[in-house]
């Protein structure tokens, strides 16, 4: 870090092929934001980044026409050229719209929806473990509830920010490490037995390197769902969340679910799995169009 308790502020501008619709983007990333990591501060979300040389933090505001003038504090300004990737992935910047949104115009369900508002993006993580840590939280519970579990886990074991980040600013921790969680104590954890064990032992996964979500997008898939209360929507979630796989799919969400019964597609798993076909390879952007039709925080733009 430059002068004690100071901050290295850097500005990059973040290029991306239009269009890009950030309602469900930014919708997504502020309504599940984790008090202490993430905010929406002073027309921009932010969250703080574990980076190789310390602690950073990103503001992403709202793209102007083809950019995104993103801000960053660093503790380490050799950090600057990774919090950009992270960054980039947070907003899906190197998608191509055009390749997704043409494919899912080719179904009749879903191309008014791409026609409303193309360019949906993938709202993305900057750390798979923390991802996989939250998405275990949001097992069968509302966003709300996992806000709060994740919340608890921050402040009890979250590694503190060593400076203020801006004036009315609520970042003060990084999210912690698989390392830090194996702390962890049942009495901490208000959820079911079952998904203890199943935090547990992701968590002492992740921690001894029996499961890398940083290895080959197959291995990471394989060896997460190989752990005992991992199925296919965490693994999936996890995929497209954190990982970048633009063909993770989740027919066992709630809200997709809700969705297909409002646009009159099939319902149950199988069929929609099925009908989910012809979207290949970009399922998880037919995922956020699906969204779309909810009525939900995760669709309308903060501030």
Do not use: C
Not at 18 to 39: D, F, K, R
Not at 106 to 121: E, F, H, I, K, S
Request: proline content about 8%.
């Amino acid at each position: 870090m430059g002068a004690a308790g100071s901050w290295i502020h850097r500005t990059r501008e973040l290029g991306f092929t239009p269009p890009l619709n950030p309602e469900n983007l930014y919708g997504h990333l502020v309504a599940t934001a984790v008090p202490g990591i993430e905010e929406w501060h002073d027309g921009a979300y932010r969250r703080t980044l574990a980076l190789a040389g310390g602690p950073g933090v990103v503001a992403l505001p709202p793209p102007s026409g083809d950019t995104v003038t993103a801000s960053f504090l660093l503790a380490d300004a050799s950090d600057e050229d990774e919090a950009v990737r992270h960054a980039r992935g947070i907003l899906d910047l190197d998608a191509d719209p055009a390749a997704f949104d043409d494919v899912l115009r080719a179904d009749d369900v879903l191309a008014p929806l791409v026609d409303a508002a193309p360019g949906r993006r993938i709202p993305g993580s900057p750390d798979p473990d923390e991802f996989a840590v939250r998405a275990v939280l949001g097992q069968q519970v509302s966003t709300a509830a996992a806000r709060t579990h994740a919340a608890r886990l921050v402040r009890a074991h979250g590694t503190p920010l060593p400076a203020p980040t801006a004036e009315g600013s609520t970042l003060t921790y990084l999210f912690p490490s698989a390392h830090q969680l194996t702390a962890l104590t049942d009495e901490e954890l208000g959820m079911p037995a079952s998904r203890k064990r199943t935090l547990h032992g992701l968590v002492a996964a992740l921690a001894d390197g029996t499961v890398d979500l940083h290895a080959d997008l197959a291995t990471a898939r394989r060896d997460l769902g190989a752990l005992r209360g991992i199925g296919p929507w965490t693994v999936d979630s996890v995929a497209m969340r954190a990982l970048g796989d633009p063909d993770a799919f989740l027919p066992a969400d709630l809200g997709i679910r809700v969705a297909a019964r409002t646009l009159g597609l099939p319902e149950r798993d199988r069929d929609l799995v099925t009908r989910a076909e012809a979207w290949r390879p970009y399922r998880a952007y037919a995922t956020q169009y699906l969204w779309s039709a909810l009525d939900h925080a995760v669709n309308t733009m903060p501030g």
